[in-house]
């Protein structure tokens, strides 16, 4: 059993972030998980990690999993960025390689153009340079927000999870109720915050763009995909654009798989990390 330490970081007043920072001696990795499923999406991997000598830190954004969600904060990726920096400066841990899932990739990159002193390289699963939190359609559905409480509540947004992570996956065999349940364990414990938090996203503004900076990551950058058809991925231009741009760049495919790597393919992603760290050195 793994042994965690300092499960709450408080980087701002009403701003608490969740994190599950195992005890060692070992490289630190630090894991930002996506919008859906915090540090329980990272549950394959983390032991994974710990057995080759790494010590996994998953910090989870504000707004997700178990941390804090004030309805009145920045929600802006670079202010996510910010936070994460806040905790890797509180627990001493830098530099540390990061292991980012999809929009935790998007925060991941803006943190090593503002804080190269903290990121040592980045594996970035299915995540490319997103210029906002939220996606057109996550917008899109924030007019209906006003009914989900009315018409299923949090049962409904558990079908609704159930179904995005059905259709971003290539084997979807490991989507079950009860991994619906540990998705949205956070979500569900103080509902109408969530939903004030989701509205709160899909407003934020991000002070400046990303793709123009690409070029200013000067650690080694990693882009892991699967190749099997489904929703989610990094589309082929956005993987064109870190070509080019990123100093050190690589794409691992990973052939079958879909979006959540940590679920379909854990020994693949500890891999990544492992061949990211000797580049790193």
Not at 50 to 68: K, M
Request: glycine share 8%.
């Amino acid at each position: 059993m793994l042994a965690f330490q300092h499960p709450y970081v408080v980087v701002a007043p009403a701003e608490t972030v969740h994190v599950e920072a195992s005890a060692g001696t070992g490289t630190p990795v630090a894991v930002i998980p996506g919008l859906f499923g915090g540090a329980f999406t990272f549950r394959k991997v983390v032991p994974l990690l710990t057995a080759q000598g790494f010590r996994p830190i998953v910090i989870e954004p504000l707004g997700t999993g178990f941390s804090s969600r004030p309805v009145k904060a920045d929600y802006s990726l670079a202010a996510q960025s910010q936070r994460i920096a806040a905790v890797l400066d509180s627990l001493k841990s830098g530099p540390v390689l990061v292991l980012a899932h999809s929009l935790g990739a998007a925060i991941a990159f803006r943190l090593a153009i503002e804080r190269p002193d903290l990121v040592r390289g980045i594996v970035s699963l299915e995540g490319g340079p997103t210029e906002e939190a939220t996606t057109p359609m996550f917008r899109s559905g924030m007019r209906y927000l006003p009914w989900v409480k009315l018409f299923g509540g949090i049962s409904l947004v558990r079908r609704k999870i159930r179904d995005m992570l059905l259709d971003s996956s290539g084997d979807r065999s490991w989507v079950t109720d009860g991994i619906v349940l540990g998705y949205t364990l956070g979500e569900a414990r103080n509902f109408d915050a969530t939903l004030k938090t989701f509205l709160a996203m899909s407003r934020a503004h991000e002070p400046a763009k990303l793709l123009p900076r690409l070029g200013d990551i000067a650690c080694p950058v990693t882009l892991v995909v699967g190749t099997a058809h489904h929703d989610g991925d990094v589309p082929p231009e956005e993987v064109a654009l870190m070509t080019h741009s990123i100093q050190s760049f690589e794409v691992d495919s990973q052939q079958g798989a879909g979006h959540y790597l940590q679920e379909e393919r854990p020994t693949a992603v500890v891999s990544a990390v492992e061949r990211l760290a000797q580049r790193a050195r």
